[in-house]
DNA sequence: GATGAATGAGTGTTCATTCAT
DNA sequence: CATGAATGAACACTCATTCAT
């Protein structure tokens, strides 16, 4: 990548992450161009110059969700039992958007569209539970009685459920420990059973 | 109730029903009033009659949601086995999001903040989920390893979670029994152990 | 007057007097129609039965001044000297304003053309103004160097002058005294000299 | 100052003055953004750009008016008389609003609470009135009965009772003329008697 | 690359006025 | 006489986007 380019994308990155901390007080649409364009100490012009609609923003923020999950979280699925690692995954995910120090990044869970494609691509989120879940059948320990797409669409729909629910309640009790709780309850219901 | 009142309740109920309609193709916070005018086929200033702001809407839609629970779904709710019933006000919300000929009000889900108070009052799905939840564990159908409010919230996660998910997806799959499979497996986990 | 008329007459009045307490608060322009009917306990409805326009209201609302003034001051100018009438004249429409019970009512100095004609007729303010200036000149006690009319209108002036002012800073000062003070001084250059 | 904000400053002027002119016919209130922006020949966006309320325009109006004063009419005031000083004050204040070609800006009187601070500091016009009759004092040559605060009060609402007026009458008469004449009267009242 | 002035359609909301009941 | 639902033009203000410098 040559040194401009490299730079471009830097100063893209950053105004994302200017997007993300503002969003932690506002959603999106409430957020305006030059809101942003203050808190990140830029130009509308320059705004523009990085992307060419408003929106744009949302797809460089999901990309940057996606990248942090296979950097972060999936390095660490290597348990015996699939059911821990995706539980592991659950953490993994409901952490990031708690986030250390990301307090403020709460919102994207709200926006947040984690298992459906962008730009074609399918999450890695998708992808790795499907593959989890096909492996847990594999190996006994998950029912077989529903096939993984349907487990996946299972999982991730409890899991976007307590996000959402935590971002309603401005994140103001443990997102983790409830996730643990709910999802736990959702894998011990799947034990395969003899 | 008089005559004058009635009618009054009447185009008021009128309104929140455009507005749902409208609503299944976009966000509440979309929509511009004189949208929901000229579909409702009235004056900008009448909507101003019958609502005095714009988020007056949202309340008077919550009521209309709460209304039809206790009309139509609580009164169904007489089964000696109290997961039955917890699966049956699950499945009574979700045909009523669905909705037999409302397809289009499905995005209620996105707003209905169902479990939170509404003008102070509890929201009376939050409140029947308790009840049936305690009589669960006095029975001892239910584990008792959580309180009732803690799996009250849990269940109501879970039902935000399918709502919103197939709200996201446009109401692209059987939303009846997608909660179906979810919430039975999630009862199933708390299956009281001897 | 028919007892109808007589009626009606009186929730004229009514309506007018509710207007002038509204407007101790509040500039006309900025009092809607549904607020002075709110607080005369009448429908709108009603309201358009006895004014045809809102602007009808402040010709009502002159008239009730004009009739105040001509029966409760004029009566008591029947001093020997003149000037002494003519500033009891001013102190008369000063404690008018300031009001007694009528605190409220101040801001009718603001709107108050108190000079001009109303409906082709001459105020009667102005009508006894040119009087009292003529006899005083007559009289010999108020310099000749200037018309009737000039002193009359300069007169008006500064009346206005005071009422403006006491308007503008909400009534916080002794409108009486000042009125005193500045009309005495005005008074005093205009005695006749030898 | 940078070229830009020389640039900027001009802009706003300019919008200011097209506001003065519109004020010839139309109260402040009663005019609105649009009117102006048409009148101006700008955007409504445009506006907004340049002054964040339309009240700001007022704020920006009372200071052209004040630094007119202090750059065209205090100069002047180098009489030994300081009722001239006095007199010549009030009528660069009356030729100011009736204005050379700015006749149709007479309706700042209006407004002009010309007394009262501007963003805590006092207005010029105050704190010059108040020196002048400190000095006529101590030189003897206006009357001690009185402290200067008092007698800045009364010539300010005389002088104001004259703007109103002229404004009300719609400049149909000779505004300098009538304020030498009224004031002059005022000050021939405050000469110091032995 | 970077800037920010300019745009104008769009927003939520108000309000004088009409008129069927 | 009285009501208040209905109207819709108007208002102050916002904001994504463009483009000359």
């Not at 942003?36 to 100490?41: S, V």
Request: aromatic residues 8%; charged residues 25%.
């Amino acid at each position: 990548m040559s040194k401009v380019a490299q730079k471009q994308r830097k100063r893209r990155a950053e105004i994302i992450e200017t997007a993300i901390r503002l969003m932690a007080d506002t959603p999106f649409d409430a957020l305006s161009v030059s809101d942003i364009c203050r808190a990140a100490g830029i130009s509308i012009g320059s705004f523009y110059h990085y992307f060419s609609k408003k929106s744009d923003l949302l797809v460089g923020l999901l990309t940057l969700v996606d990248d942090a999950l296979r950097e972060e979280v999936f390095p660490l699925l290597d348990r015996e039992d699939e059911r821990e690692n995706l539980l592991l995954l659950a953490r993994g995910f409901a952490s990031y958007i708690q986030g250390n120090d990301l307090e403020r990044s709460r919102l994207i869970a709200a926006i947040e569209p984690f298992d459906t494609a962008l730009d074609g691509r399918p999450r890695p989120l998708w992808t790795k539970l499907m593959e989890l879940f096909g492996r847990g059948q594999e190996k006994g320990q998950i029912t077989a009685s529903l096939p993984p797409e349907e487990l996946t669409r299972l999982y991730l729909i409890a899991l976007r459920g307590v996000s959402v629910d935590w971002t309603r309640h401005n994140g103001g009790y443990d997102l983790l420990q409830t996730t643990d709780v709910l999802l736990g309850l959702f894998l011990q219901a799947l034990r395969a059973r003899p």
